[in-house]
């Protein structure tokens, strides 16, 4: 088996490959002056069944996915066996449904594209919804980070703080966090205007007074979300807030903005790599891959 080391995760392939101990390729990449990607594997796959290491995150979503079909076509063509695309950020998959009439359902545009660039499987880490995956024509399967994002706080010494979802569909994450932290949990409830994107979000009695709370999501996007939960658990007197998510897209000033909004931490993981990315996803992804071999 071997690592293909895609370049928007560089870092993370070369971890999973130490941790594996299945060699690594290395991806030699660039972007022509019209902007198209181009991309070539450094190594032989003829034979192999390879794993390309490949996020989809802001900035660039597109040409990141476009990158990983390229890796894929280029895999096959190379006369790999199994190509196993891991994706730990997933582009388009919060456009799981056909929300308005006239949109589309991308992120099964997404999964048909990358099956006829030849991959065979995809490894994806805390989909949006885990129910996308069952629309895919190829085996999906999503891992879930946040046992590790919640050691990440036991480890600094917050065992037993509130566990807490930013909205009733998040509900499993807090719960999730709730096994490691050994504390409470619970959620807010958040409904979202689809022309608008504004969100309201209200307490559903929740009581954290003087409590430790660490908000999780699946996502921080702009902030916004992250945002309004902690005013809302400042106006209830938590003694801390923290907040932890998967995949820390920070569009614009969200890092900044919840900081003012009195969140005392904002951790991520290496989904998308950045200031914010301090849980690595390595350990995970790595066992996942082991399992399959
Ligand atoms: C949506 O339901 C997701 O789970 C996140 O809560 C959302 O994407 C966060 O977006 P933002 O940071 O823009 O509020």
Redesign the pocket.
């Known amino acids: 088996m071997k690592v293909i080391c895609g370049p928007a995760s560089r870092e993370l392939a070369e971890r999973v490959s130490a941790l594996t101990c299945f060699g690594i390729i290395s991806v030699a990449s660039k972007i022509f002056p019209d902007g198209e990607s181009y991309v070539r594997l450094e190594g032989d796959v003829k034979g192999e069944n390879v794993v390309i290491v490949q996020t989809t995150c802001p900035p660039a979503q597109d040409g990141k996915l476009l990158q990983l079909a390229f890796m894929a076509d280029a895999a096959r063509r190379g006369g790999a066996r199994k190509v196993t695309a891991v994706v730990p950020y997933l582009a388009y998959a919060?456009q799981d449904k056909t929300f308005l009439t006239g949109e589309g359902v991308s992120v099964e545009t997404i999964a048909r594209m990358l099956k006829a660039a030849g991959i065979d499987e995809l490894i994806t880490v805390n989909i949006?919804s885990e129910s996308t995956l069952k629309q895919f024509s190829f085996p999906a399967k999503t891992l879930s980070a946040i046992p590790l994002l919640a050691q990440y706080f036991v480890d600094k010494g917050f065992k037993g703080a509130f566990a807490l979802s930013?909205?009733k569909?998040?509900m499993y994450i807090a719960q999730q966090a709730q096994t490691v932290l050994g504390g409470e949990c619970g959620h807010l409830s958040?409904s979202?205007d689809r022309y608008t994107?504004q969100?309201v979000q209200t307490t559903d009695g929740l009581n954290v007074k003087n409590q430790t709370v660490i908000i999780l999501?699946?996502?921080?996007?702009?902030?916004?979300?992250?945002?309004?939960a902690a005013k809302i658990l400042r106006e209830q007197g938590a003694k801390h807030v923290f907040c932890a998510?998967v995949h820390g897209?920070l569009?614009g000033d969200?890092e900044k903005r919840m900081l003012d909004a009195g969140v005392e931490e904002i951790v991520g993981t290496d989904s998308v790599p950045g200031s914010i990315s301090k849980v690595s996803l390595a350990s995970l992804l790595s066992e996942e891959i082991k399992a399959q071999k």
């Open positions: 919060r949006h930013p909205d569909g998040a958040k979202r994107g969100t999501d699946d996502i921080i996007s702009t902030g916004g979300t992250i945002v309004g998510c897209l569009i969200a």
